[in-house]
Each structure stands twice: as C-alpha cells, then as structure tokens.
C-alpha cells in the first residue's frame, strides 16, 4: 500500500504553520537490491499496520532503502504551492538514547505525485507508483558498518509562501532502530581467520 539535512535532536515544534498543514505521513524500508515489497510505516498517518515509532526496522546487509509520502495542504493560497517537501534523518550508534552524537544525516527530496482539488501527496516512488524513484539506500549512501543503529526522522512541506510545517510525532521525531550485519563471506573469512588462530596457537 502507497500512501534539511539538520541535527534531529533540536525539536520540530508544530505541523502547521500559518494555516498551511500535513498529515497522513508515511515511511518504508526495503532490503531488496532495489526498492521492491517496501514494508509501510504510519508517522502521522495509520493505514498502516505499524508504526514507525519504536519500530524495530530489521536486519540489512547490502541495502536499506528508505522513503516514504506525506499529504500537504498549502493553506488558503490554494494547490500547487508546496516549493518542496522531504524526509530528514539522523543516524546514531546503538540503541542508548542519552548518545545524542549523530553519526550521519540526511535530507531525502520527495518528488510531487499527486493532487487532491488543494492538497498535495508528496513522496519518494516504490514499487513502481511513481514515475521515479528518489528512496535511499542508507547503508550505501553513509557506507554504513555491521552494528546496532537507532534512526531519528521527521518529515516537512515548504510552501512557496507560507513557510514550512512538519510531520515530526508532536514535536519528538520518530524514532526506530535497525541493524547491519555483516556479509556471509565476510562471516566466513572472519570464522576462517579465527580457526587458523586458534590452530597455531594449540601448536605452541
């Protein structure tokens, strides 16, 4: 189903701002070599059945494909007046949330899809409902190690006159975790290292 690169950890205060809004946000991941059977999150919307807070995203090897959508209401200029319109990310080592050092960040662009009479659905594409895929494989993108992550997100429109208003878990951000494993040649190398080690040293 389809529906700024800054520090996350300075809080997004509203989703609305001068009578423009958003609402029904949503984000996806997918392992897949490219975006395919993406698995749907609810941020401010609930179509889905998970939520993004809290979840725990999975294990990745190779590939961890984030995007997502979220519908924009202008305001009373009328349609056709978001400017832009993304998902922004902070990533951090473990799981221990009083580490507020941010290993990378990020600003993923949604493309226009669609509009509905003055609202806009903004969004990255999956799964081929879009005409073009703008998701991010994060682990290529930041070259990302075997370990345990957690993942801070919001999202945001810009309107072309009438500032930007949020997404972003009533001014808490969405938090979820994942983890990158190593690749099973690497385990293997890794295994073969150790059992050549543990060889030479029984014959001392």
Do not use: C
């Amino acid at each position: 189903m389809k529906f700024l690169s800054l520090p996350l950890f300075v809080l997004i205060s509203s989703s609305v701002v001068f009578g423009q809004t958003v609402w029904d946000g949503y984000a996806y991941v997918s392992g897949a070599s490219t975006v395919t059977s993406p698995t749907w999150y609810d941020m401010s919307g609930d179509f889905q059945a998970q939520d993004l807070q809290n979840a725990n995203l999975g294990s990745f090897t190779n590939h961890l494909w984030l995007g997502g959508q979220i519908m924009a209401w202008p305001g009373d200029n009328g349609g056709d007046d978001v400017a832009n319109a993304g998902l922004s990310y902070n990533i951090y080592a473990g799981t221990d949330t009083s580490n507020s050092t941010s290993l990378y960040n990020g600003l993923i662009s949604y493309s226009n899809q669609t509009f509905e009479g003055n609202n806009e659905r903004w969004g990255t594409d999956a799964s081929g409902s879009n005409s073009s895929e703008s998701a991010v494989n994060l682990i290529n993108e930041h070259s990302i190690a075997a370990g345990n992550y957690r993942i801070v997100t919001y999202a945001s429109a810009t309107t072309t006159w009438d500032g930007t208003a949020y997404d972003s878990n009533d001014s808490s951000n969405y938090l979820s975790t994942f983890t990158v494993v190593p690749e099973p040649a690497a385990m293997s190398l890794f295994f073969g290292f150790l059992s050549i080690l543990y060889v030479a040293v029984r014959r001392r």
